[in-house]
C-alpha cells in the first residue's frame, strides 16, 4: 500500500521569502506519481506540480518547484518568493502509474504567509 | 485546461434527508471517477472509486448503502447519501481521471454537507 507524510501541520512565512514543505512517501511501486495540492480556505484543490517516479529532473512550474530525491523517497516542495495569496493548506499526494487508481494524500500543511 | 464540475456546493438539510451530488466532466471522457470526504482541516479520505457502467468499489469502513455511487456515463458520477445523519456533515469532494492515468486528477469543486 502507498503512504504519504507530511510532517509538518504548520508552517509560518514572511512574504518574498521562499518555504519548503516536507513529503516523504512509501511504495514498492517503480511506477508512481507524485503531485502537490493547493486548497485555500474556499475549499477547491489546486494542482500545483507533478513529479513522476522516472524523471530524472526535477519538476518546477512558475514559483514552484519540487525538490524529487528517490532514494530518501522524499518530494518536497519549494516555493519561491512567497506571496500573502500563498497561505493555504498544501497536500502532497501520489498514485500509481496504473489506470484508474486514486490519490492517496498526505495530511496537509497550512501555510500562513504574513507580510 | 479540462473541468471537472461538482454540483450542489452547499447543501443544508434535515436529518432522514437522501441529499445527491453530481460530478461532471465537462470536456473529458473519464473513465474512473474518484469519491473523496473531507473533515474540516484534515486531509481527503478516499470512499470509492466509480467506473463508467460497473459497480463502485468502496473503500474499507464506507457504508456501501449509506453512499450510493452510480456512474451511468462517461462524464457523469453521482453520489447519494441516504437518510442523512448529523454525522454525515462534511466536505465532499470528487475527481476525474481520464488518461494516461499518470496526468493530474481534476477536482471539482466540492459540495459541503450540513444535516441539521
Known amino acids: 500500500a502507498q503512504k504519504i507524510t507530511q510532517t509538518q501541520p504548520g508552517m509560518f512565512v514572511q512574504e518574498k521569502e521562499a518555504v519548503t514543505l516536507d513529503c516523504t512517501y512509501d511504495?514498492?511501486?517503480?511506477?508512481?506519481?507524485l503531485f502537490w495540492y493547493k486548497q485555500p480556505s474556499s475549499g477547491e484543490m489546486i494542482f500545483l506540480i507533478y513529479q513522476g517516479s522516472y524523471d530524472e529532473q526535477n519538476a518546477t512550474e512558475g514559483r514552484y518547484s519540487l525538490n524529487f530525491q528517490k532514494a530518501r523517497k522524499s518530494a518536497n516542495l519549494v516555493i519561491s518568493a512567497s506571496q500573502l495569496g500563498d497561505s493555504a493548506m498544501y497536500f502532497c499526494?501520489?498514485?500509481?502509474?496504473?489506470?484508474?487508481?486514486?490519490?492517496?494524500f498526505g495530511k496537509g500543511t497550512t501555510l500562513s504567509v504574513s507580510s | 485546461g479540462a473541468v471537472v464540475s461538482q454540483h450542489p456546493s452547499r447543501v443544508i438539510c434535515k436529518s432522514g434527508t437522501s441529499v445527491k451530488i453530481e460530478c461532471r466532466s465537462l470536456?473529458?471522457?473519464?473513465?474512473?471517477m474518484f469519491w473523496y470526504r473531507q473533515f474540516p482541516k484534515q486531509s481527503l479520505m478516499l470512499m470509492a472509486t466509480s467506473n463508467e457502467g460497473s459497480k463502485a468499489t468502496y473503500e474499507q469502513g464506507v457504508e456501501k448503502d449509506k453512499f450510493l455511487i452510480n456512474h451511468a456515463s462517461l462524464t457523469l458520477s453521482t453520489l447519494t447519501v441516504t437518510s442523512a445523519h448529523p454525522e454525515d456533515s462534511s466536505f465532499y469532494i470528487c475527481?476525474?481521471?481520464?488518461?494516461?492515468?499518470?496526468?493530474?486528477?481534476?477536482f471539482g469543486d466540492g459540495t459541503r454537507l450540513s444535516i441539521l
Open positions: 511504495t514498492s511501486d517503480q511506477s508512481y506519481g
Open positions: 475527481s476525474a481521471a481520464g488518461s494516461p492515468s499518470n496526468q493530474p486528477q481534476h
Open positions: 499526494a501520489m498514485t500509481l502509474n496504473q489506470a484508474g487508481t486514486a490519490l492517496i
Open positions: 470536456d473529458f471522457q473519464a473513465t474512473t
